[in-house]
Nanobody, 124 residues
Framework: QVQLVESGGGLVQAGGSLRLSCAASARFFNTYSMGWFRQAPGKEREFVAA????????YYADSVKGRFTISRDNAKNTVYLQMNSLKPEDTAVYYC?????????????????WGQGTQVTVSS
């Protein structure tokens, strides 16, 4: 069983930055691919970024590429999402998720474990 706890959300002006953290209680954390997803009101949950097991290979949605950076610290059982140049359309609840596969997948249906989410609000 894996428990995930996100933190770092908040209110920021457009163009600002936030760093989200996701602490995992998993044994063998380094065997899980980790993903960040977001869900805005009235919209489906969408893929934001993911990081794999081997070599920390990263994947991004086109909408955040060049602005967001996902990283992981296996010694701390934590995955991060650095968000720069934030836009009002980035406003959503952000969730981290864990999937026990080597290469991360983009569909939320593939992930086994989820955090409770953290709200990110970007004002214009």
């Amino acid at each position: 069983q894996v428990q995930l706890v996100e933190s770092g959300g908040g209110l920021v002006q457009a163009g600002g930055s936030l760093r989200l953290s996701c602490a995992a209680s998993a044994r063998f954390f380094n065997t899980y691919s980790m993903g960040w997803f977001r869900q805005a009101p009235g919209k489906e949950r969408e893929f934001v970024a993911a990081i794999g097991v081997i070599g920390g290979r990263t994947y991004y949605a086109d909408s955040v590429k060049g602005r967001f950076t996902i990283s992981r610290d296996n010694a701390k059982n934590t995955v991060y999402l650095q968000m720069n140049s934030l836009k009002p359309e980035d406003t959503a609840v952000y969730y981290c998720a864990a999937d026990r596969v080597v290469t991360p997948r983009g569909s939320p249906d593939e992930y086994d474990y989820w955090g409770q989410g953290t709200q990110v609000t970007v004002s214009s």
